[in-house]
């Protein structure tokens, strides 16, 4: 059975995090290896009660320890003070290692506000069945559309999904802007999260993908990645709160400019001091509180119910394991 683990980086994820672990080991993953950005954070504590959790802080010793054994440090390490790509990748090269020593076979990054959904099947049993040709999977993503003001475990509380633009038939955004009054579908990345099978000199290449030669790459859309961003007015207002006046453009080059619109829309909202302003954006582009719009996009095979998750989570017992 194949033994699949999961790297992600948190900052401050709150209730979401205990949900996020509980779900992901119901699917049979055999380790999940957590980095905290913030080396104080409170949920460090969470992650320690379960065996199948290693909690790492982005304290004085990693990042001396990813200076001295990182191979991507001379790229990353320069950016690691400003840009949290940089401390991703780099630490998604860490857990490669972490994972090696612990003899599992694959390994999957996605961020702590998304879920892997292989549909009503394990983990384990889909990766088994992936031709031994193929060392990287690619999984597109759906967004989440909130259908109320505010969240609090969207894991348990969100089942209203975007499909990926990759997964319409052709003509079907022109009709989502028609139906739904909203300007713009994904308000984020659409290109999906990706598992790689795992071996000493594995590296990562982005926070999207591994350094794989692209026949030896599957892409799908099932299993696929459920992207549970900005659910809760609270929850997207602390998003922009942490990221703060950043520039428009990634790893602060003029070369490489932020090219999701609402993304700098946002920045600037928080930036302006005027809350109004962001529960307006909030209103507008993420919330999803139509209930006759919303049944119209998914008769057209627009928007889906993905209500395993959080069915899933229900059943759960709330003991530590």
């Known amino acids: 059975m194949a033994r699949v683990c999961i790297i992600t980086t ?48 982005n304290d004085e010793a990693l990042q001396v320890q990813q200076a001295l054994g990182n191979v991507l440090y001379p790229k990353y390490g320069p950016h690691v003070g400003y840009e949290v790509m940089a401390r991703q990748i780099l630490n998604v090269e860490m857990a490669i290692q972490l994972a090696l020593d612990q003899n599992m076979d694959w390994i999957l990054r996605i961020d702590g506000d998304e879920l892997f959904y292989p549909g009503q099947t394990t983990a384990p049993n889909w990766f088994d069945r992936v031709s031994d040709d193929i060392f990287q999977v690619t999984f597109l993503n759906h967004e989440a559309a909130p259908e109320v003001f505010e969240v609090e475990d969207y894991f348990r509380d969100v089942t209203l999904f975007k499909k990926n633009p990759a997964a319409l038939e052709p003509g079907l955004c022109t009709e989502f802007q028609r139906v739904s009054g909203k300007s713009q579908y994904f308000l984020a990345y659409q290109n999906g999260k990706s598992a790689a099978r795992i071996y000493p000199s594995l590296l990562p290449n982005s926070v999207h993908s591994f350094d794989i030669p692209g026949d030896h790459t599957l892409v799908t859309s099932s299993p696929s990645i459920l992207h549970y961003l900005n659910c809760g007015f609270q929850n997207y207002y602390k998003k922009y709160a942490q990221l703060g006046n950043f520039p428009d453009y990634w790893w602060r080059s003029k070369s490489n400019p932020i090219r999701v619109p609402f993304h700098l829309t946002s920045r600037d909202a928080y930036c302006s001091g005027d809350r109004t302003r962001m529960e307006a954006l909030y209103q507008e582009f993420i919330l999803y509180n139509n209930p006759e719009a919303s049944q119209s996009l998914m008769e057209n095979g627009i928007l889906t119910r993905i209500c395993y998750p959080s069915q899933l989570l229900s059943s759960l017992s709330t003991s530590p394991v």
Do not use: M
Not at 18 to 42: K, M, Q, T
């Open 10 to 57: 948190v900052r401050d994820p709150g209730v979401c995090l205990e949900s996020f672990i509980r779900y992901h080991l119901a699917l049979g993953i055999a380790h999940i290896y957590i980095f905290f950005d913030d080396p104080e954070d409170p949920a460090i504590q969470v992650a320690l009660q379960f065996s199948d959790v290693t909690a790492i802080p």
